[in-house]
Antibody, heavy 121, light 106 residues
Framework: QVTLRESGPALVKPTQTLTLTCTFS??????????VSWVRQPPGKALEWLAL???????YYSTSLKTRLTISKDTSKNQVVLTMTNMDPVDTATYYC?????????????WGQGTMVTVSS | DIQMTQSPSTLSASVGDRVTITCRASQSISSWLAWYQQKPGKAPKLLIYKASSLESGVPSRFSGSGSGTEFTLTISSLQPDDSATYYCQQYDSQWTFGQGTKVEIK
């Protein structure tokens, strides 16, 4: 069974750096074409893609947020970490970790339950 | 960046109705389009990938069609459990979601 679980602080202050960890099971990021990505959703708003890392350690970032984001992986721990710098109240959202199983599907087939992050002083 | 526009933003229909949601891309994305269903307080669920491929376990009343810039998600016979918000997503060039369509049951 494939699962992903997000973890990180529920509350961060403005200007701080957010670090989120995605711990997954049931698949390996060493498998060809496998990818893990991050998506967020502000309360009552639409989904927004943030970043993606693939099995070959290639990294992709949202154009609008790329100066603030860093994604990395630790395949030995089955974890993907996202950092976002200079947090602002508009970054308040539920953050999801998702899997892309390969080019044949290409879409986000398995989602974590999400973790709510509030940015407030 | 590729923009995705969904219509309508909300729709209300009766159980058994045929429902269609449209998604338009700002440039051609071939068939690199997915549809997701999201219920309140839950993570989205993949319904359709590559514009028309039904994800395993998804009821056959859901179908997708289209290519290039115009796509549709059809629910052939609306069921009470289909009350949700539906999002399209392109993955031809990076990944972009539409703004969502909320489907309500009359």
């Amino acid at each position: 069974q494939v699962t992903l679980r997000e973890s990180g602080p529920a509350l961060v202050k403005p200007t701080q750096t957010l670090t989120l960890t995605c711990t997954f099971s049931g698949f390996s990021l060493n498998t060809s074409e496998m990818c893990v990505s991050w998506v967020r959703q502000p309360p009552g708003k639409a989904l927004e893609w943030l970043a993606l890392i693939d099995w070959d350690d290639d990294k992709y970032y949202s154009t609008s947020l790329k100066t603030r984001l860093t994604i990395s992986k630790d395949t030995s721990k089955n974890q993907v970490v996202l950092t976002m710098t200079n947090m602002d109240p508009v970054d308040t959202a539920t953050y999801y970790c998702v899997r892309i199983p390969g080019h044949d599907v290409g879409a986000f087939d398995i989602w974590g339950q999400g973790t709510m992050v509030t940015v407030s002083s | 960046d590729i923009q995705m526009t969904q219509s309508p933003s909300t729709l209300s229909a009766s159980v058994g109705d045929r429902v269609t949601i449209t998604c338009r891309a700002s440039q051609s994305i071939s068939s690199w389009l997915a549809w997701y269903q999201q219920k309140p307080g839950k993570a989205p669920k993949l319904l359709i990938y590559k514009a028309s491929s039904l994800e395993s376990g998804v009821p056959s009343r859901f179908s997708g069609s289209g290519s290039g810039t115009e796509f549709t998600l059809t629910i052939s016979s609306l069921q009470p459990d289909d009350s949700a918000t539906y999002y399209c997503q392109q993955y031809d060039s990076q990944w972009t979601f539409g703004q969502g369509t909320k489907v309500e049951i009359k």
